[in-house]
């Protein structure tokens, strides 16, 4: 049995979500017929899991689906079908970088279950600095991540977006994925992104840290900061986190265009209070995407104060990003179809899986990832369809009710009046 | 036979001999063998005299670049580095003299450097016919210097390589079969002066915010040249971190390119320089450099360095155009293609 464990994340669900596939969307079918389900009375964690979805009862969209198709549209005829950063994918879903951690030596079973999926993987900095560029006898280096998710990949879907950190730029990562053979079939399928990380989730001002052996911190010092708590022991390894403007990012942006046309540019930030002035630069200067990592995200070793009292949650971070001028992927804490709705009807055109996709392939190694993907899936298709709509990107701000505001229905009935007003016996309809 | 493998079109780097095609090189004896290839490398052994003399006669003083150093140009394309093992630390193949050239301006007000450089260009680059993973390059700097000083002076030098060339390898130009009284004709006159847009604008290109000019582009606008010609106001994002930006015009960049007629294409890339300390660091980070690397290079600029203009002339494009050739690779005598694995 594994020893991963996932404190503050809905671990559980997921390890059932990763055997059971689509049946782990409801209850265990031994409670059918013996059990009565009602909401479950917990308090929600965090603004988006505050959020409602809230069907309507018409339904105009369901009406042109029904027309469309000649009989009443089902769950099953909603199109997850997506096209996000450069790709197209199965599912409005992406892998989120998972960094170097030994955590993350996971990498190789996650990247064939990605491939066969066929959804955009992103493969974390420091995979190459840290672990090496090539095969070092551990399944971990960079390449053999790309070739295990080529390997499996076959439906034209999907693609590797490599990220680069400011410290990962002493390696030359993207120069080395740019040059390299076996990434040729990626290239010409335009499936390659880079992806130019100015900061992360689970720490937001703070570069990657890894724990590293006493051997290693050797090689890597010089070139990282080291801190040693416990002599002999483990050493962590601190990466800068860069210095960025405006100006800065508009630039490097510029510069990935015009060193790599033939790769996607990815942009991620962290969840800084300017996250939404960063984004609007990236896609200014020409961002095919932009991922936002919210402060609940990452998979990484942090300090614990700023797991829990720094950087805005994703529910804030698109709040203030509003309605996004480019693209806009997300992640922080997804791993189920309802939260991946809601931050999809907030303005994220995919969702990224981190944590829920390790614990999946925990879970099991082979199909682990594929069958969470099939329960999410599963789950999306119920409820983009009780919303009435057959499309993912249709979810939208009117599909939410924030518990702690005024719905848009309530306001709008108060002061405009544009709702239907109640009917007094003598205005209704009469029938002869 | 041949020794030569290509790698360009395979899943992993393993070694599968194939026959040369068309318009790639030949084994390594027959290309030396090759009339041709002998009349090629005299005309362009007769370049480089024609341009140490030029410099000689301008007072520059030329240096050898070093091989290797701790860190080298980062200003090239999506093309990698090549690593060596110096006693433990990682030190890189030059790819460029620049940071060299900026450096010995402390020691004389002008410099240049003809030598190797090696960039692992994108394996895609391997059939512009102007991009080699080994090339040499006339590096040359002037402390003081405007734009327009080092524009002129690169002119100057082209006219001066070429002339000589025509003066002394009548022979070799007639084995090429160059028509030479079209080569005098082209160099003779003075080379015009575009800027980055009104290029664009003559390809009805989009003023596309901060990018390079494709280089199927740059290959169709030479086609269509009369005369070599200088692009002048590359928009910053596009080079390395030393060229200049406009103070008057931010995001433009005091960078030039000059242009050979007849689908060549660029055949040097220059510009006034950066020398501010400050300004040097803001632009590494915006070129996505971490200046920690080039601290040798950063403790002179903190001392000082002179304002300079500079630039580098491909010595093989140079060739290519003057012999007239169809490829760069035929001006080299040992060529690398990138992603070919030659002697």
């Known amino acids: 049995m ?9 671990e559980q669900d997921v390890r059932r979500r990763a055997r059971e596939g689509g049946a782990s969307v409801f209850p265990a079918a031994g409670e059918y017929g013996v059990t009565v389900f009602g909401a479950d009375a917990a308090e929600p964690r965090d603004r988006i899991d505050a959020y409602r979805l809230v069907p309507p009862v018409f339904m105009p969209r369901r009406l042109e689906k029904l027309i469309d198709l000649g009989r009443e549209p089902l769950y099953a005829d909603v199109s997850l079908e997506s096209s996000f950063g450069g790709f197209d994918a199965p599912l409005p879903l992406y892998l989120s970088a998972l960094g170097s951690t030994r955590v993350a030596a996971a990498g190789r079973g996650l990247a064939g279950q990605a491939g066969r999926l066929g959804l955009p993987m992103v493969i974390g900095e420091n995979v190459a600095p840290v672990s090496g560029f090539r095969s070092d006898g551990e399944h971990r280096a960079l390449l053999e991540r790309i070739g295990a998710y080529a390997d499996t990949a076959s439906g034209g879907t999907g693609g590797v977006v490599v990220q680069q950190s400011t410290e990962d730029a002493n390696a030359e990562v993207w120069n080395h994925v740019y040059t390299d053979p ?8 335009g499936r390659l992104a ?26 890597l010092e010089g070139q990282y900061a080291m801190e040693r708590f416990v002599p002999g022991g483990p050493v962590l390894r601190c990466s800068s986190p860069g210095t960025f403007t405006a100006e800065i990012l508009r630039q490097q942006i510029h510069l990935m265009r015009n060193n790599y046309p033939r790769a996607r540019c990815w942009v991620k930030l962290p969840p800084g209070r300017d996250v939404a002035e960063a984004a609007a630069v990236a896609w200014r200067a020409g961002a095919d995407a932009v991922t936002v990592d919210g402060a609940e995200g990452g998979t990484g070793w942090a300090p614990g104060v700023f797991l829990d009292q720094v950087g805005l949650p994703l529910g804030e971070c698109l709040r203030r990003l509003g309605d996004p001028s480019g693209t806009l992927l997300a992640s922080g804490r997804v791993h189920d179809g309802v939260r991946a709705v809601k931050v999809l009807a907030l303005g994220a055109r995919a969702v990224g899986l981190g944590r829920a996709a390790l614990v999946a392939v925990d879970e099991d190694p082979e199909n682990g990832l594929v069958r969470l993907v099939e329960s999410i899936a599963l789950e999306m298709r119920f409820l983009i369809s009780a919303l009435g709509k057959y499309a993912i990107g249709e979810a939208g701000p009117e599909d939410l009710w924030d518990p702690s505001e005024p719905g848009p229905g309530a306001t709008r009935q108060a002061s405009s009046g544009a709702g239907e007003s109640p009917v007094r016996a003598g205005e209704r309809e009469v029938f002869a | 036979m041949t020794t030569q493998q290509d790698f360009r079109g395979m899943p992993t780097p393993v070694g599968r001999p194939v026959p040369p095609s068309a318009g790639e090189p030949p084994a390594p004896r027959d290309h030396l063998m090759s009339p041709k290839t002998q009349a090629v490398l005299k005309i362009q052994q007769a370049l480089v005299a024609g341009a140490r003399e030029l ?10 670049q070093p091989l290797i150093g701790p860190v080298t140009d980062p200003g090239a394309r999506g093309a990698k580095q090549v690593d060596v093992d110096y006693y433990g630390h990682k030190y890189k193949l030059m790819a460029s003299a620049i940071l060299y050239k900026q450096a010995s301006l402390v020691a004389f007000d002008k410099v240049f450097f003809i030598a190797p450089n090696v960039r692992l260009e994108p394996l895609e680059t391997s059939s512009t016919h102007r ?25 100057r030098l082209v006219r001066q390589a070429v002339r ?9 130009l007639r084995v090429v ?47 269509g040249a009369d005369a070599p010609f200088f692009i002048v106001d590359y928009p910053k994002g596009s080079r390395g971190f030393y060229d200049k930006e406009d103070p008057a015009r931010p995001s433009t960049l005091m960078s030039f390119d000059l242009i050979a007629p007849e689908s060549c294409g660029e055949i040097c890339s220059g510009s006034e320089r950066e020398s501010a300390y400050a300004k040097i660091v803001t632009r590494m980070r915006e070129t996505g450099e971490n200046p920690a690397k080039y601290s040798w290079y950063l403790d002179i600029v903190r001392q000082g360095i002179p304002g300079s203009a500079g630039f580098g002339i491909g010595l093989e494009r140079l060739t290519r155009w003057v012999a007239g050739l169809d490829s760069v690779w035929q001006a080299n005598a040992f060529p690398k293609l990138p992603g070919v694995v030659s002697p």
Do not use: C, N, Y
Not at chain 1, 199 to 218: I, W, Y
């Open chain 1, 2 to 10: 594994s020893t991963l464990r996932a404190p503050g994340f809905p």
């Open chain 1, 182 to 189: 076996s990434v040729l079939e990626l290239m010409d399928s």
């Open chain 1, 194 to 219: 880079f992806e130019l990380k100015v900061g992360q989730g689970a720490k937001p001002g703070l570069g990657g840290l890894t724990m590293v052996d006493e051997e290693t911190s050797h090689r």
């Open chain 2, 55 to 64: 410099l000689s006669s301008e007072g520059a003083v030329e240096l050898f």
């Open chain 2, 131 to 155: 991009h080699l993973a080994e090339f040499h390059q006339i590096d040359v700097e002037f402390a003081g210097a405007t734009r327009d000083d080092a524009i002129a002076v690169a002119e």
């Open chain 2, 164 to 172: 000589t060339a025509l003066a002394t390898q009548g022979d070799a």
């Open chain 2, 177 to 223: 079969g160059r028509d030479t009284a079209k080569l005098e004709a082209l160099v003779e006159q003075p080379f015009e002066v575009l800027t980055h847009g009104e290029v664009l604008d003559r390809l009805g290109r989009p003023h596309d915010q901060g990018t390079e000019i494709e280089w199927e582009d740059e290959e169709l606008i030479s086609g």
